[in-house]
Nanobody
Framework: VQLVESGGGLVQPGGSLRLSCAAS????????MSWYRQSPGKERELVAS????????NYADSVKGRFTITRTNAKNTVVLQMNSLKPEDTAVYYC???????????WGQGTQVTVSS
């Protein structure tokens, strides 16, 4: 199983970033996929999640209207489009395969997002 995040980096406030998560080694379309983030000294928090067929999404209140999660099951990818970024969005962002039946959850290694002028 692999979850490989990419797209992180340094961006100015108000800017945009597009995070991608490439999945392999499991039945991608059977799992809810999520993005989480963790800032220094804070607990890891859910940013957004998307149903196995992309028919349902859920967002943290702090990112609603700014972030969009999508997935392409044919390519085993999940994307987090982040617009109007704020300094408080600075964190390590993690892709997560949510558990399904007897299959456990699994985390990617994370990608750093820094919003600063």
């Amino acid at each position: 199983v692999q979850l490989v995040e990419s797209g992180g980096g340094l961006v100015q406030p108000g800017g945009s970033l597009r995070l991608s998560c490439a999945a392999s080694g499991f039945a991608f379309s059977r799992h809810v996929m999520s993005w989480y983030r963790q800032s220094p000294g804070k607990e890891r928090e859910l940013v957004a999640s998307i149903g196995s067929f992309g028919d349902s999404t859920n967002y943290a209140d702090s990112v609603k209207g700014r972030f969009t999660i999508t997935r392409t099951n044919a390519k085993n990818t999940v994307v987090l489009q982040m617009n109007s970024l704020k300094p408080e969005d600075t964190a390590v962002y993690y892709c997560k395969r949510e558990s399904s039946g007897f299959v456990a959850a699994y985390w990617g290694q994370g990608t750093q997002v820094t919003v600063s002028s």
